[in-house]
């Protein structure tokens, strides 16, 4: 496969920067482009990527708004949406605005890149319960995703690569799920899951362990 260029379109750049480390995990991916808003994507002076990976929930123009824009800015370019969220609503509607597949923000490394590869080879399997050419990663909790080496083969997903960075600026549980625009209760559950994978049991442990090994650089 030639080398491929990604663009991900999402307002958190720490999830973006999670994300594009698990996308260049393959070596056929060149070069990974981060938008933080839909306008930024379509201002963007490139040629039209590979594939694009847009956010759904984002502040001005949502993502489900951008798809028409971006699609009209780079027909060629298949989209996925990227979702916290499981609503059959929101995915029938991008669906129909023409979204290709869905990715949950907390998918493993694994599920990411499958995604990926039946998008970008047409081979799209049709879900139960979703309409035809959708998608889903039903599995939101398991912890094989890798952003970082480690023997216990318990690895932190791009969502919770960005609460643990969120975790290091001292933020609390309520303040980084205002940040993330998520509920205390998924906050609680990706700080438990952050703390296993790093193999500690308190906050202050899992900031020097990100430090030490280079996850998060202050």
């Given amino acids: 496969m030639s080398a491929q260029r990604f663009l991900i379109v ?5 999830f973006r920067t999670g994300l594009s480390m698990i996308l260049q995990q393959d070596e056929s ?3 990974v482009i981060e938008a ?3 306008l930024e994507a379509k201002n963007l002076t490139l040629e039209s990527p590979d594939l694009l990976l847009l956010d759904i929930q984002m502040p001005g123009l949502t993502g489900i708004e951008g798809i028409t824009i971006l699609k009209d800015r780079f027909p060629l370019t298949p989209i996925i949406m990227l979702s916290s969220s499981d609503k059959p609503q929101e995915k ?4 129909m605005q023409g979204a290709a597949a869905f990715i949950n923000k907390a998918a493993t490394a694994e599920e990411i890149h499958r995604v990926i590869k039946q998008v970008l080879t047409g081979n799209l399997i049709d879900d139960n319960h979703l309409p035809k050419q959708e998608n889903t990663l039903k599995n939101k909790h398991r912890q094989s995703s890798s952003i970082i080496d480690d023997e216990s083969d318990k690895k932190l997903t791009a969502r919770q690569l960005e609460v643990l960075a ?3 600026e001292g933020k609390s549980n309520k303040l980084i799920a205002r940040a993330l625009n998520v509920s205390e209760n998924t906050v609680r559950g990706h700080v438990s899951s952050v703390l296993s994978c790093l193999g500690v049991s308190r906050r202050s442990e899992a900031i020097m362990v990100a430090q030490k090994q280079g996850i998060i650089s202050y």
Avoid at 10 to 14: C, E, G, Q, R, S
């Fill in 10 to 14: 999402d307002d958190h750049a720490l």
């Fill in 29 to 31: 991916v060149a070069d």
């Fill in 36 to 38: 933080g808003s839909v």
């Fill in 92 to 95: 029938q509607l991008a669906l």
């Fill in 166 to 168: 969120l975790i290091c």
